[in-house]
Each structure stands twice: as C-alpha cells, then as structure tokens.
C-alpha cells in the first residue's frame, strides 16, 4: 500500500507562490502508475488540477491553473511537487496527493485514485 504525505502549505497572498510537496513511500511499479494533485475548497467538491504519469513523466494540468502550476515527479527523492505560482483568492483550499494504479486512461475523477494523503491547507488572502 502507497503512503502519501503532504506538506508546504501555508498562508500566501494572491499572486504568491507556494511548492507543495508529496512524499511517496511503499509504493510499488503498478500502485501508483498515475498521480496527481486534487483540491477541494470549502463548501466545493474535490477538483482535479494537475497529473503525472510515473512511467512517462507526462503531465496534465487543468485549464485554469495552465501557465501557473507545474507538477513533476522525483524519483530519487520520491517526491511529488507541485509547484504553484500567481496563486488566486479562489484557490484557497485543501490539496490532496492521490495516486492510482490505472496506466490506460487518464484519471481526473476522485473516485478514480486508490491512494490519498491527508492534505496540505493552502490559504490565499487579499
């Protein structure tokens, strides 16, 4: 079983940055074939926002965050950062490290990922 850990939160004014990062351990070639960062503001559903085929390295990001998120993946480190840049009030929410172990299609629905960390609040304000 893939443990994920999620640090780098913090509090950032709009147009701040922050680098998120998900420590991965006890993962294995097929648990954790796609990851990706999902977040979930309050009152909101939890919402894709950027991917990382392990295999590939091939990212995806959703459209809003394009130009201002980047995610890779460090396998020496075993690490995920996402790193987010020209951050917006509207992003203020909790950001969650997900892994799943489908390599076929890409996986944007929550319920698609097999593994969660327990997330990482970032707070954006005025």
């Known amino acids: 079983q893939v443990q994920l850990v999620e640090s780098g939160g913090g509090s950032v004014q709009a147009g701040g940055s922050l680098r998120l990062t998900c420590t991965v351990s006890g993962s294995t070639s097929t648990s954790n074939c796609q990851m990706a960062w999902l977040r979930q503001a309050p009152g909101k559903e939890r919402e894709w926002v950027a991917g990382?085929?392990?295999?590939?390295?091939?990212?995806y990001l959703t459209d809003s965050v394009k130009g201002r998120f980047s995610i890779s993946l460090d396998n020496a480190l075993n690490t995920l950062p996402l790193q987010t840049t020209s951050l917006r009030l509207g992003e203020t929410a909790m950001y969650y490290c997900?892994?799943?172990?489908?390599?076929?299609?890409?996986?944007?629905?929550?319920?698609?990922?097999?593994?969660w960390g327990q997330g990482t609040q970032a707070a954006v304000s005025s």
């Open positions: 990382i085929y392990a295999g590939t390295l091939t990212t």
């Open positions: 997900a892994a799943s172990r489908v390599c076929t299609v890409r996986i944007e629905r929550p319920e698609g990922f097999n593994s």
